[in-house]
Structure formats: structure tokens, C-alpha cells
């Protein structure tokens, strides 16, 4: 096992805590970090916002895409566009507005879904469960499943590639932090779930490897009658996590994790009161978080540290340089004119490098490079 080298410095003008009274006027914080916001950081003041570049060339870049205007897929997930993906996760973006005719199964790895827009009911192994908007759901691998579509669904889908979810360790804040674990819904064999069982024929989608084989059953195989055990589908709902806060220093984002797996995490930025502190950063520091890369999902609300981002949109900085704040955003954070945010969206952290399908550059906002140069 390699150890990595780490022992604390200082040099030059420097603050004496991250985050907070930044020395000198016209100073910027930049952070550089390792495993994420979890491992041994940097944080080096410059003069210039280092997002201050005025030319680009290349494809390393940042990107912005309004997920809205890609085709609506068909009823079953599996044909729902690719957005990015690597060998350990695949994230779409699935609308559905009509009822499932048929189930699926996902062989490939455990799903979370999260439900941007619209309601319904969900029907799987485990029961049946009401969904709506703001729900995340969380599939485990190989569990059959179908939608009954009250109002049309936008889903983001999340697949852990030959991985699974957990929980993050919520260290000395202790485990009812952030949200209970007992808050976490699973779904019930109740009525509605017993009177879906029937004796008709049903097919079975599964995906696996990519490509999608069809099992045919001359009954509803979705009929359990109870079960036991720890493997289940969970739902959370936003609403329910309440956010580590500080008023005196700005949190990372792996403060806000919300799921997990060995190659990327999966954190939710939800309303708070803002930093009240006067030396305290109140918009998310510049960092070059060279060991993964980012994706947001904006889900509601104005996110705080952006300009021109509108719910249904979904960013990309892949790993490489250094991002943070607009200008204008920053600008109004030193000001501390907001006291409370009212974001909410989806952060998805990856370790291994996210390839973008083919079908993304005809919904991306191409000026989305240029949107952290001074007007």
C-alpha cells in the first residue's frame, strides 16, 4: 500500500484557516486536493481568479447541457440517451410519460434514480411504493421493476457499474446526521401491490452489458407475498436530508454525500442558511480537484455559485483544471447579500474519467467555456 506523502506547510502570505479571512484585498482562495474533498489539500492565494482564462483549445473543457431538449425515450430505461459514462458509471436521463407495458431488470449494477419532474407508482420485487418528485430510488442490482405513470417523469439515472451503493460514514457527527438511516422508506406488500399480481403474459427486459434480452413469463412474476432480509429498493426524498452548516467556514461538498460506492459518491445540495461570518467564503472556493471528475444536475432553484443554469441543466469539469464561482456569483457572495441558498441538485464526484456520448453537443451551451470571463 503507498502512503501518501503529507506534511503540513506554509509559505508566503497565507490565511491561517481555509475558507476564512483571505489575506488581502483582491486575493483568491484555490484549493488543490486529493481523493476528492476527502485527502490531503493545498490551498495557494492568488492574485487573478484562476478561472480568468480568456482562450481555450481542446476538448478537456468545461460543459453545460440542457438534458430537456434531448429526445424523449421510449417506455423502457434501457433506450433512455446516454449522457457520460465510464467503467464504473453510467448516468441518462430517462423521460417517461406513459405506464411500463413490460417490466426490467438491470444485470449490470444497482440504479439510483432521481425524480426530477412528475409521479407515480413504482411495482418491484420487494412491493410497491408511491413516487414523486424529489425522490431518489434506489434499485439493487438484478431487481424487476415497472412505473405506473400518475403525471410524466423526468428521471436521472445513476448506474453503479458492477458496483453497489452504501451510505457514507458520517464520522463524529454520528450516524442520525444529515438523515436518519430510519427515514429511508422501503417499499410494502400491501393491496395495491397484490391487486397488480395477475395471470397474464409478461415480458422481462434485462439489461446486461449493453444490450437488453427479453424473458417471457405466462404470469406477473412480480408476485411476492412477503420477504425478509437487508437487500431491498430505498427511497429518500430530498426534503428529508438537513444539511451540515457552519457559519464561520465553508463545507465541501463531500460534507453533503448522500450515496456512495468505491469509485464515485453521490452528494445533494439542498437549502441553508448561508455563512454569517464576516472573513468566512460564502460561494464554493476555486478548486482543482485533480483526482475526479464533476458532474451537477440542477434540479431547483438558483445555484448559488452559477450564472445562466436552469433546473433540467446538468454540467461537466472534467478533471484538469480549476473551476469554481462565476464572477458575477463571487462577486455577490463577498457582498453577503443572500443569507439562505435555495438550491437544489445533484452532484455526482467519479474517480475515473466520464466519457460524453455522441448525442450530448447538439443540446450543449457552447458558450458555457467562456461564461467565467468579466463583461
Known amino acids: 500500500m503507498i502512503r501518501r506523502m503529507s506534511f503540513p506547510q506554509r509559505k508566503g502570505i497565507s490565511s491561517r484557516q481555509a475558507h476564512a479571512d483571505l489575506p488581502g484585498e483582491g486575493r483568491y482562495e484555490r484549493e488543490v486536493s486529493r481523493e476528492g474533498f476527502f485527502g490531503p489539500a493545498t490551498h495557494i492565494h492568488h492574485k487573478h481568479a484562476p478561472t480568468g482564462w480568456t482562450r481555450w483549445e481542446g476538448d478537456l473543457k468545461p460543459r453545460a447541457y440542457n438534458l430537456l431538449a434531448l429526445p424523449i425515450a421510449p417506455t423502457s430505461p434501457w433506450q433512455a440517451p446516454l449522457m457520460l459514462s465510464n467503467a464504473h458509471c453510467k448516468i441518462r436521463i430517462w423521460r417517461c410519460e406513459q405506464s411500463m407495458s413490460s417490466l426490467v431488470r438491470n444485470a449490470d449494477g444497482d440504479d ?41 417523469m423526468t428521471v436521472l439515472m445513476i448506474e453503479a457499474t458492477n458496483e453497489y451503493y452504501g451510505l457514507p460514514d458520517k464520522g463524529l457527527v454520528g450516524q442520525h446526521a444529515i438523515f436518519d438511516p430510519a427515514i429511508l ?10 391487486q397488480q399480481q395477475d395471470e397474464n403474459p409478461w415480458q422481462v427486459e434485462v439489461k446486461r452489458s449493453g444490450g437488453c434480452s427479453i424473458i417471457e413469463y405466462p404470469y406477473n412474476p412480480l408476485d411476492a407475498v412477503g420477504w425478509h432480509g437487508e437487500v431491498s429498493v430505498v427511497r429518500l426524498n430530498w426534503r428529508d436530508i438537513r444539511p451540515l452548516m457552519s457559519h464561520r467556514y465553508h463545507l465541501p461538498p463531500s460534507a453533503h454525500t448522500t450515496f456512495l460506492t468505491r469509485r464515485f459518491v453521490v452528494c445533494t445540495f439542498v437549502p441553508r442558511p448561508m455563512e454569517s461570518d464576516p472573513g468566512a467564503l460564502k460561494v464554493p472556493f476555486y478548486h482543482s480537484n485533480d483526482d475526479f471528475d464533476e458532474i451537477i444536475f440542477y434540479h431547483a432553484g438558483t445555484f448559488f455559485s452559477r450564472d445562466h443554469i436552469e433546473p433540467g441543466m446538468l454540467t461537466f469539469h472534467p478533471c484538469g483544471f480549476t473551476h469554481g464561482p462565476h464572477p458575477k456569483a463571487y462577486k455577490t457572495g463577498l457582498k453577503a447579500a443572500k443569507k439562505e441558498t435555495d438550491e437544489v441538485a445533484v452532484m455526482i464526484d467519479t474517480r475515473d474519467g466520464m466519457n460524453i456520448a455522441d448525442g450530448m ?10 461564461s467565467w470571463q468579466e463583461t
Open 112 to 152: 439510483l434514480l432521481f425524480i426530477h419532474k412528475g409521479c407515480g407508482e413504482l411495482f418491484c420485487d420487494y412491493g410497491h411504493l408511491h413516487v414523486k418528485e424529489g425522490d431518489y430510488l434506489l434499485i439493487p442490482r438484478s431487481c424487476l421493476w415497472r412505473f405506473e405513470i400518475i403525471e410524466p
Open 361 to 370: 453537443p447538439s443540446v450543449e451551451w457552447q458558450g458555457y467555456v467562456n
Open 185 to 194: 422508506d422501503s417499499p410494502e406488500i400491501n393491496e395495491t401491490f397484490i
